[in-house]
């Protein structure tokens, strides 16, 4: 997980860490921990953040360069 890229992401976006909280459902205190490496996202933390910050699960992972989001399906909650 690149954890630079969700800073700088969140950073482009002119949200707070406490604004993410709001999107994502994760705590303040936990997403602060995330950024620093401190701590994990699980696979749905990841797709929610992915979601907040319009990008790919794939861009927050290094695997691409894309920040543009895939397409999405309907049926994707």
Do not use: W
Not at 27 to 48: H, P, T, V, W
Request: contains cysteine.
């Amino acid at each position: 997980m690149k954890l630079s890229r969700i800073r700088e992401l969140r950073k482009e976006r002119g949200y707070t860490q406490v604004k993410m909280q709001m999107l994502t459902g994760i705590d303040q205190s936990a997403y602060s921990k995330i950024e620093r490496g401190e701590r994990y996202l699980s696979f749905e933390q990841c797709k929610r953040v992915a979601q907040a910050l319009h990008t790919s699960m794939d861009y927050l992972a290094g695997l691409t360069d894309e920040k543009k989001p895939y397409p999405r399906s309907n049926r994707a909650e």
